[in-house]
């Protein structure tokens, strides 16, 4: 007699029946599969379908499917994606966390954050202020993130406000390694600053290292206390 096929579990839902957990699958599938149409349009109508029917908090596959649109080709649905898991990462409005299972999907995909992965992250904190609590709550799930800030930090190739963010988010993140090297950059410029003979009332220019200061100095007191 062959075996029976059973459905696999790949949506956790927690105190409910299974006929529940069944209705829950056609429509979840179809809007999983609008998430991966080449029609920008199609993909937010998909990921409005499984945000409204909370399937990304109950399913670790579309949980993961989710994670694969942090690099959508769309800026807009990126930004969509960044707070739609931060706040799956966070508890509801009952208080209650998502399953282990979901939550553990989204750490891992975070874990295998690129660099670039990290560095279009912070682009959008600086084009959107607003973003910045969801996307510290990403960052801190991905091991290499102390390390990948503190660099940015300190290459002087990179945009002002670019390294700027990245000093935000190592005192965000409490990342203490990273103290000498914002010490050594907070003493280069300091240092510049009293060697330059400047005009008293010339500001400083739009790139000048010097508007980082103010974050620099906010951000070892926070480490180094």
Known sequence: MAESITQPNLIVLENQDTDASLELFPATWQAAEKLLCSDVKTRHQGLDELLSSQAARVSPLIAYLVVTRLFDPDK???????????????????GQYAPEAVRAQIISGLSHLGDQGLYSLLEAGIEHGEMREHIAKLINFAPHTGRFL????????KQIE??????????????????????RIRNRIESRQLGQKRMPFAPPSAESEELLLPDLRKVLIALGS
């Open 76 to 94: 807009e649905m990126r930004l969509r994606v960044v707070e739609a898991l931060a706040n799956i990462l966070r508890r509801d409005e009952n």
């Open 162 to 183: 670019m390294r700027r963010l990245a000093i935000h988010f190592l005192g965000r993140i409490g990342y203490v390694d990273a103290y000498s090297e914002l010490l």
């Open 150 to 157: 503190k660099e940015l930090a300190g290459d002087r190739s």
